[in-house]
């Protein structure tokens, strides 16, 4: 795959991240199921990209790529909360959880059911446009994994909507 920042067709780098950002600022939403922290995530997310901008190769879209970096911090930010939610635990004696108020729209009800792995899957490939590789980039998988999780997500969305 070409390189997109070297492509005639993509005059500046702005025009790059221009055509990535509606797609970026709703997988940041999708990974944090907040308007603020989607936010704070996105800047994270672009600052990083810039600061990394050598680490971008020819093998992955420049969307993949970004989609990566966001995915990755997402990570880091829900493993360093949990390490504080514990310790915070420990200390209060046990915080009581927050229930999640369930959505009504049956799409989304029914990628709540999926297994994270392949919610994942489903909404890069099928959300956002990305391909079997570029999605299998961002994941740290092979696309035959990718491709096995779209198959089972597939299956189960397909009972709860009742597709024929």
Partial sequence: MANDLASPAV??????CAAVEPDLAAFCRYLTGSEDSARDLFQDTWRRALERRASYGEDLS????????????WIDRVRRAGAERRALKARAGGLREEREVPDPLPLREALARLPEE??????LYHGHGLSLREAARVIGVTPWVVRERLGRAQ?????????D
């Fill in 155 to 163: 299956e189960v969305l397909e009972k709860f909507l009742r597709i």
């Fill in 11 to 16: 005059k500046d780098l702005g025009e790059l």
């Fill in 62 to 73: 420049f969307k993949a790529w970004v989609f990566s970096i966001a995915r990755n911090l």
């Fill in 118 to 123: 392949e919610r994942e899957a489903f909404l």
